[in-house]
């Protein structure tokens, strides 16, 4: 239905074959897109860099959000061998262990600065990079959870992130549509990544999801690579500043 060949997408947030991005990446390349995909650090990349091989990705490069220079040196490659981009997709978040698993009136200043810093605006400041190189639009992508908008056990400090990181969104749509450049946050229902692990009580969580969602099946990060690939697709490019649930119902259940 959709074709993203000739497409330039750059993938931030692969970790392993389990990561929400490794699902998207996956699904951008199967509809044609070139990529470009990052790993945290040292630590990560002997995990990353099979990945980025299997996909043929074209660029791989360290990224550390919180590191100007890594940044610099990712979107001057991407301009340097490209000259364009056509899809962002940012799948990253991050919390200190003790401010995640604690009250969110606990949490420390520093803890909820930083959770803010890696969560959402490092998204903004990817967008930002991102904006020059796409002068005949594209589109920016994000991943949030329902627990943004309803209070869900033991996900604590993050609701309040991923709620911050949703009005993100839509304010970096509202700003960038007369541009052509599309804004969205995927949202899928809970999904066993080393991410999620982070969070207390989380395998209660996913059996509460697979029981209660309409479809009784918990999301998949092809589900999710699924909407992605979709939204990065000309098909795709009168929507914007969207929250997407991807959940098989989970989020419409009280």
């Given amino acids: 239905m959709f074709d993203l060949t ?80 056509d899809t962002l997709v940012h799948s990253i978040a991050f919390s200190l262990k003790d401010d995640l698993q604690g009250r969110v009136v606990d949490c420390s200043a520093e803890g909820f600065a930083l959770a803010m810093d890696v969560s959402v605006h490092s998204f903004l400041r990817l967008i930002r990079k991102a904006e020059p190189l796409m002068p005949d639009g594209g589109t920016c992508m994000t991943v949030s959870f329902h627990g943004a908008q309803r209070v869900v056990s033991h996900y604590n400090l993050m609701g309040p992130v991923k709620a911050a990181l949703e009005s993100a969104t839509r304010y970096a749509a509202a700003e960038l549509g007369p541009k052509g450049i599309s804004v969205h946050a995927l949202s899928p229902g809970p999904l066993q990544t080393r991410a999620a692990s982070g969070i207390a009580s989380f395998d209660a969580l996913l059996n509460d999801a697979a029981a209660r ?42």
């Fill in 6 to 85: 000739g497409q330039k997408a750059l993938v931030v947030g692969v970790a392993n074959d389990q990561s929400i991005a490794w699902g998207c990446a996956r699904a951008l390349k199967a509809q044609g897109a070139d990529l470009a995909i990052t790993y945290l650090n040292a630590k990560a990349e002997p995990h990353v860099r099979p990945l980025a091989e299997q996909l043929g990705a074209e660029i791989f490069e360290p990224l550390d959000v919180r590191d100007e220079v890594q940044v610099n040196a990712l979107f001057a490659e991407i301009a340097s061998q490209w000259g364009r981009l």
């Fill in 213 to 254: 969602a309409p479809t009784h099946h918990l999301a998949s990060i092809d589900d999710v690579g699924a909407y992605c690939a979709f939204l990065a697709s000309r098909e795709a490019r009168n929507l914007t500043g969207g929250v997407h649930p991807i959940d098989g119902g989970y989020s419409i259940i009280g």
